[in-house]
Antibody
């Protein structure tokens, strides 16, 4: 069974960089079959897809966040990461990682990590 | 960007009743690129339906999905106590970014 778990600081100061990691067990992120995604949920904007990374290094980001986001995959540690620069209070949210398949008709998100609340505040 | 609009925002029903949730897309999503999720407080969303009408593994058959193009429906026949939650639709077609609806809360009347 595949499990994903987010980790990282729960508090980030405004203008600083948010850095999260998603640890994957029960599957290898080296698999070419999957995208590894970040999704966030805030009261103001609901669920928002941030982007994905593939084991090949290929990434795709939501245009609304593209200028501030970088994703990477570390196959040796079987985890993938999110970096978001210049954060503001609007980036306060629960951040989820999730898997989706490469095949176009199967790109739903499943499974998901449990989520990590990140608060942006001084 | 494809905008998904869910209605109603809140559905107040009693256990045993039928729930009908709507998801309308601003552009054609096709018939294979729409998913439904259930979310309970403090939990991650859980996949219920994919491909607009296929139940995910372990999902009871009281949940069903239908629709294509721009109009989709999630139906829950005979609500069970554990079904009271928030439901989201999501499109995963070729038009990125992938997007979610704003959610429908099914609450106990």
């Amino acid at each position: 069974q595949v499990h994903l778990r987010e980790s990282g600081p729960g508090l980030v100061k405004p203008s600083q960089t948010l850095a999260l990691t998603c640890n994957v067990s029960g599957d290898s992120i080296s698999s070419e079959k999957y995208y590894w995604n970040w999704i966030r949920q805030s009261p103001g904007k609901g669920l928002e897809w941030i982007g994905y990374v593939h084991s090949s290094g290929n990434t795709h980001y939501n245009p609304s966040l593209k200028s501030r986001v970088t994703m990477s995959a570390d196959t040796s540690k079987n985890h993938f990461s999110l970096r978001m620069t210049s954060v503001t209070a609007a980036d306060t949210a629960v951040y989820f990682c999730a898997r989706s398949s490469l095949e176009p008709t199967t790109r739903w998100f499943d499974p998901w990590g449990q989520g990590l609340l990140v608060t942006v505040s001084s | 960007e494809i905008v998904l609009t869910q209605s109603p925002g809140t559905l107040s029903l009693s256990p045993g009743q039928r729930a009908t949730l709507s998801c309308r897309a601003s552009q054609n999503v096709g018939s294979k690129y729409l998913a439904w999720y259930q979310q309970k407080p403090g939990q991650a969303p859980r996949l219920l339906i994919y491909g607009a009408s296929s139940r995910a593994t372990g999902i009871p058959d009281r949940f069903s999905g239908s629709g294509s193009g721009t109009d989709f429906t999630l139906t829950i026949i005979r609500l069970e106590p554990e079904d009271f939650a928030v439901y989201y639709c999501q499109q995963y077609g070729s038009t990125l970014p992938w997007t979610f609806g704003q959610g429908t809360k099914v609450e106990v009347k």
